[in-house]
């Protein structure tokens, strides 16, 4: 390397140096450690190095302050995080997708071990079997609730979930149409759209009526050509969608149903299986994981066992070794990164491990009494919620006249963000705006009840709007 740097190193005046030298802000080297590595490529200057890119590439500057010290951008971080309001000094109806549940103080205990904390992804599973041996149980416990064969070892997110599910449909159907339902998650909806553009997929969207698919538009509109319909259950309003019917529609065309699911309510509500569901996907976010702004979650794959094979991201099984003792093992492995790309089912990777591990921490912990009791409390107190706000408060009514778990739709007398700028003031979240989301208005406000909303909360919150609507 040095005789190579010796032989190449051209003449550089110190005036062409400071040229083309500058001083670059937040990069660590100094004009000395440029100079020797331009020295040893054998070029005169930055602009040399860099004279394959476009000039008009090339010719800008950077909108940047002037760099701070360690305890100055300290103290401004510091600033920032005292405006957030924890969800803990807040009384908070939101949901949605993301809710502010209960999480034992056992999960954050094994998560924060050492051994699971810092692991990486489980490549090499003769050193990795307790991480295994946690995803294994993760994608069992998935499976007791969903009702399904077999299930992964956790993707991304719900959402990712959701277009991984539609793609699997795909290819096993060997068709490229997907219908989904406009009142799914629109995050979700987002990502359908994205991924079936960059995929030359032909995706269509199913309108809802009261709250739930529009069957006699679903009948019209699903054919010999779909790969599957993609519902929620419950819907992004809360609904309980008739998945039953939904389901023999689309199987009568020879396609697929999918169905976003949320976790908690299947404490209550008829398995996936049972109601007809091939592929049961969803975010587990609710279940010992923190809202976290909006992520990292986790979401979860399900399915049927005759689809098994089309199952994207990692499964974990169970087997033996050659002495006869049980063995956790990573198996039908169908990523690219395993196999020839194009035989593989997807090119996601990632296993949020950690998520997953707060999901199964949690499961284990309620159980099924538990879970169960959650889901009740839950359920009741959002009906009283819904109950109280329709009878006691002078044109607010429920948006939809369907069966609803724990989160519905309200339309109120004004402008839903006039509702949440004047109860913000007083640290009460009443619910997420729809305005601007398809298929809802600007006067309908989500809200969501979980068992953090205790009964003096619910009831201070409809006398908050009492007084707001008179």
Not at 33 to 48: C, Y
Request: glycine share 6%.
């Amino acid at each position: 390397m040095e005789t190579l740097a010796k032989k190449s190193k051209p003449e550089i005046s110190k005036s062409k140096f400071e040229t083309f030298m500058r001083p670059i802000p937040y990069l660590p080297h100094t004009n000395e450690d440029r100079r020797q590595m331009l020295d040893f490529l054998g070029i005169n200057s930055m602009d040399d190095l860099l004279k394959s890119i476009p000039k008009e590439l090339r010719d800008f500057e950077l909108n940047l302050p002037n760099g701070k010290s360690e305890i100055e951008i300290t103290e401004e971080f510091r600033k920032l995080s005292n405006k957030n309001v924890s969800l803990t000094e807040q009384i908070s109806f939101c949901g949605g997708g993301v809710y502010h549940r209960y999480i034992p103080s056992v999960v954050g205990e094994i998560l924060s071990k050492g051994e699971f904390y810092t692991a990486y992804t489980p490549y090499q599973p003769e050193v990795s079997q307790g991480t295994l041996q946690a995803i294994y149980e993760f994608q069992s416990l998935i499976c007791n609730l969903t009702g399904m064969d077999a299930a992964n070892a956790s993707v991304y997110d719900g959402s990712t979930a959701v277009i991984e599910a539609a793609l699997m449909s795909c290819r096993i159907t060997k068709r490229k149409k997907i219908l989904v339902a406009k009142n799914i998650n629109p995050e979700a909806l987002q990502v359908c759209r994205t991924y079936s553009w960059g995929l030359n997929l032909e995706l269509k969207f199913v309108d809802f009526n009261n709250g739930v698919v529009d069957l006699e538009k679903l009948k019209s509109q699903v054919d010999e050509e779909t790969a599957c319909l993609v519902i929620s259950y419950p819907n992004f309003a809360g609904c309980i969608e008739p998945v039953s019917k939904i389901a023999e529609i689309v199987h009568n065309k020879g396609a697929l149903l999918v169905s976003n699911i949320e976790l908690i309510s299947l404490a209550i509500l008829k398995s996936p299986r049972d109601l007809g569901i091939d592929i049961a996907v969803g975010d587990g976010q609710a279940l010992g994981n923190f809202s976290n702004y909006g992520g990292p979650h986790v979401g979860f794959i399900s399915c049927l066992k005759d689809l098994v094979r089309q199952l994207p991201g990692r499964i974990v099984g169970l087997t033996k070794d050659v002495e006869g003792k049980r063995a956790f093992t990573l198996t039908l492995q169908t990523r690219e990164q395993h196999i020839r790309r194009e035989h593989a089912t997807s090119n996601i990777c990632t296993n949020q491990s950690l998520n997953a591990l707060a999901v199964l921490v949690y499961l284990a912990y309620m159980g099924p009494h538990g879970l169960k009791r959650v889901a009740e409390i839950s359920l009741n107190r959002a009906h009283y919620l819904a109950e109280k706000l329709t009878k006691n408060i002078k044109n607010c009514k429920l948006a939809f006249n369907t069966p609803f778990f724990n989160e519905f739709v309200l339309e109120i007398p004004i402008n839903t963000s006039k509702l949440i700028d004047a109860l913000s003031k007083e640290n009460i979240l009443p619910g997420l705006d729809l305005n601007g989301i398809d298929g809802y208005k600007t006067n309908q406000v989500l809200i969501s009840v979980t068992e953090m909303n205790s009964m003096e909360q619910v009831d201070y919150f409809v006398e908050r709007l009492k007084k707001l609507f008179l």
